[in-house]
Structures are given as C-alpha cells and as structure tokens.
C-alpha cells in the first residue's frame, strides 16, 4: 500500500498523552482478552504481536522522536519479548513521509529560503522516511546527485516528554504477564536512549561524525558519505548520495553466497576497524543505515548516534574475551575475567572469585556463549548463528545483585553488537571472524564485543 503524506509530529503534550493513554487502556484489555484464551505457546506469541502493534500504533500516531525509541527498542534483546521486539523493528522501515509544505518550512528556518532556490533540482517527493527525518535528492553544481535528510519540525521539542509517555508505556507493559526486566534496568536504557536522541536531532553534530568517518574510517568494502556542509544546517543535512538497496530489497533480488558472504565480511572488518583501531563506533546498525550494492560494496548511513570507546573499556574488553574464549575447564578462565569485570567496574573490587564462579558466571552464561559464539570457529556461518538468549528470572535476581554499575560506554557498545549480528545473521554470510587478530593472548586471536 502506497504511504501517505503525514503532517508534522503532534507536539501538543495533551493530545501525546492522550494517545499513549489510549495504548495503555488497550494493553489492559489485551491482557485480559488473553487471560480469557487456552494457554498455549501460539496464543503466547499472538498476545506478544498484540501488544506490539499496539506499541507501534502508539508510537506510529507520535512520530518524531517516540517513532525512534521504536527503533531502539528493537535493539534491545533482554527487554522485551521476541513478539513486542519484531513489531517495533517496524519502525525500520515504516515512516509516512512528510508533506511539501512542512519540508519548505523547516528550509524557510534553516537556509531562509525555499528548498528549490538551494539545489539546481530538489525532488519534493522523499525517495526515504526514518523517524526524526525523510531523505530527498538533489542536484547540486559540483556535486552531482546528493542526498538531502530534513528533520521533521518539532522532534526535539518533544524528546522529553516523549521519553516520560514510552516510560508510562512500559509501566503498563510491566502489568501484564509479559517477562520484562527491574525497573532499576528498563530506566537505565531508556535514560541511554534518551541521551542518544538528543545527539541525533542535532545534523551539525552528525555532519562532523559523517566528516570523521568518511576520512578517517575509510575501508576496502565499505562507502561513507562526505557532508556538504555549505548546504547543512540543524535540522537539515546534505551529503554525497550513497547508491545501493536496503538489505531486504538487496536480499530479494537472491544475491549468491559468494556474495552474501563478501558483504558480511566488508562489514565484520570494518567493525572490528572502528573498535579496535579508531575507538569509535556507529551504534545504531539497523539494517535500514545500510545499503549493499551489486558487488557486495556496503554503504554505511546515518552517523547521528556513535561513540567513542576508551582505551581502558577496550583493553579491559579485550581481557574478558580472551578469558572467556579459553576452555570451560581452564582454571584461570572465570579468574581473568573476573578481574577484566572488575576493572571495568561492572562488578565490585572485592567481589570474592568463588561468589563469582558460583552465582555470577552461570547468570551471565547464556549471554556470554552467545556473544562470543562467532569467534569460537575460524570461519564462522550466521546462517546458523543462535537467537539471543532472554535472561531466566533466578538469573537476573543474580545479576541484580552482584553487578555494580553498566561502564558509559557499554549500552552502545552493546546495541553496535547486536545490530551487526542481526545484519550479518539476515545475510547468512560466512566470515573470517579470527583473521582479524584484535584480540590475542595465551593462544587466542579473534575479534571482540561486548562483556556483559
């Protein structure tokens, strides 16, 4: 069905509320139309989409700023459950675009005149919608064809509030027979998302991110985009057009496995580049911030959320996933990594190594084995990689209390992992995973991730 013009965010607070009230009463009603049901593990999972399409619609009427929470959301595993997480990864590609007028408005502010005046050609018809923008090409002399991402007009104004309303939302969520984290957790995500919103509505902010990229993390495989920075402002972004199809389109057309698989290598190295060597990373790599072009080339979108990472995180990442790579049966096994985890300060300075090994370890197993599973095979195939595990309630009673604190940079740096094994598990690629050699001692190279 063909999208539709959309006016601009409601910025109003009352008729926000209004709205996300109305998903709240729908979530009760949900919940007891499905206490009315014959368990089973079918009616689990309809109840699960239910409650997500209600999300979405919700966040859907918002737009602005609430449409990304959806997005972020997604990209939370140990959130939300699998049925609510695939509706609100919606988001990713369901944005109505913005009506002609609006566009010219948010250029009348900006530039002080009319997008047409600007560019030798403008294309008021947006050939791509995302949640805080839509994306329209141009013609610019010297240039060529470039790529023109307009804010929608009021999304910074309304973050706040938004992150209030998601918050109400989730309470309502956490009412129902939905297995969601404490609230200690949920209110530290969505304080990290919330941060991560307000970076992105800033385009000037991007367009040195996008500049530091494009030259500094420039890798065979792999194309970024130069900002052309006469033509940015806040709330609208100019850059070189990237050519390529989003991963689900490209993936329609049945790329060979030699391709799929020369894809996901380009994007397997240019993470371990940006981790390892830069210090730097996107962290927000769902699949609509990529486009793959017929030679497997990978281009790399949207740089409004990235990160850096200091020497002390990588280092300290590095040693947990050393240790955490040896055998099972290794003595010095849990013992390194316990001091990787201290020195991070996830867990406390004097937390014994038996306490550990005996309540710590075995909570943060699952997740470990899963983080680490690509770098336990030289060539590793994520056609058959596994779903992420959802932490058991005995375990997040364990993590709850023996954890101290979540390092700045880990959300991200968590968020970055799971978006790029969500990519290159849609591609089914096989990669060279230990090649790379970033991580290396007592007999150990591989790649890296997160630790917890």
């Given at each position: ?41 079918q ?6 989409a ?16 609430a ?132 970076r992105?509505?800033d ?25 052309i ?38 994007l ?24 793959f ?36 049966t ?109 991580l ?13």
């Amino acid at each position: 069905m063909a999208k539709t013009e959309a006016d601009a965010p409601r910025t109003g607070k009352l008729a926000r509320s209004a709205i996300t009230g109305l998903a709240a009463a729908r979530i009760g009603m949900a919940k007891l139309s499905h206490r009315a049901r014959t368990p089973s593990p079918q009616a689990q999972a309809d109840h699960e989409a239910a409650l997500g399409r209600i999300l979405f619609g919700a966040l859907g009427q918002l737009r602005g700023s609430a449409l990304k929470v959806s997005q972020l959301l997604s990209m939370h595993p140990g959130l939300l459950p699998d049925g609510v997480r695939s509706e609100l990864a919606r988001a990713h590609h369901q944005a109505p675009p913005l009506n002609r007028a609006l566009v010219g408005r948010v250029f009348r502010q900006a530039f002080g005149q009319e997008p047409e005046a600007l560019f030798d050609q403008f294309e008021p018809t947006a050939f791509a919608a995302a949640s805080l923008g839509q994306v329209h090409r141009a013609q610019l002399a010297g240039h060529g064809t470039v790529a023109v991402k307009v804010q929608y007009p009021g999304i910074a104004a309304t973050i706040a509030s938004d992150m209030q309303l998601m918050r109400a939302a989730l309470r309502a969520l956490a009412h129902t027979d939905m297995p969601l984290p404490t609230n200690t957790v949920v209110d530290s995500v969505m304080a990290e998302i919330e941060v991560t919103l307000l970076r992105e509505v800033d385009y000037l902010q991007e367009a040195e991110q996008l500049q530091w990229f494009a030259r500094h993390a420039a890798r065979p495989g792999v194309v970024m985009a130069e900002p052309i920075v006469s033509h940015t402002r806040a709330q609208v972004l100019t850059q070189q057009f990237v050519p390529g199809q989003p991963l689900q389109t490209w993936l329609a057309t049945q790329p060979p496995q030699a391709l799929r698989d020369r894809a996901g290598q380009h994007l397997w190295d240019w993470f371990m580049h940006c981790i390892f060597v830069l210090g730097r990373v996107h962290a927000d790599p769902h699949p609509g911030n990529f486009l793959f072009a017929p030679d497997g080339t990978v281009g790399v979108l949207d740089f409004g959320c990235t990160r850096e990472l200091s020497a002390h995180f990588r280092a300290h990442v590095a040693t947990a996933w050393s240790a955490l790579l040896r055998s099972a049966t290794d003595p010095q096994r849990d013992a390194l990594a316990l001091k990787a985890y201290q020195a991070l300060g996830l867990v406390k300075a004097d937390l014994a190594l038996q306490t550990y090994t005996t309540e710590l370890a075995p909570a943060l197993a699952d997740m470990q084995a899963w983080q680490i599973e690509p770098f336990t095979r030289p060539v590793f195939d994520f056609g058959g990689k596994t779903p992420p595990p959802i932490t058991a309630a005995r375990h997040q009673r364990a993590l709850g209390q023996h954890l101290l604190q979540v390092p700045g940079e880990m959300p991200a740096f968590e968020r970055m992992w799971m978006g790029l094994m969500h990519l290159l598990t849609r591609l089914g690629a096989r990669v060279h995973t230990l090649r790379t050699g970033f991580l290396a001692g007592d007999g150990v190279e591989a790649g890296a991730s997160t630790v917890a």
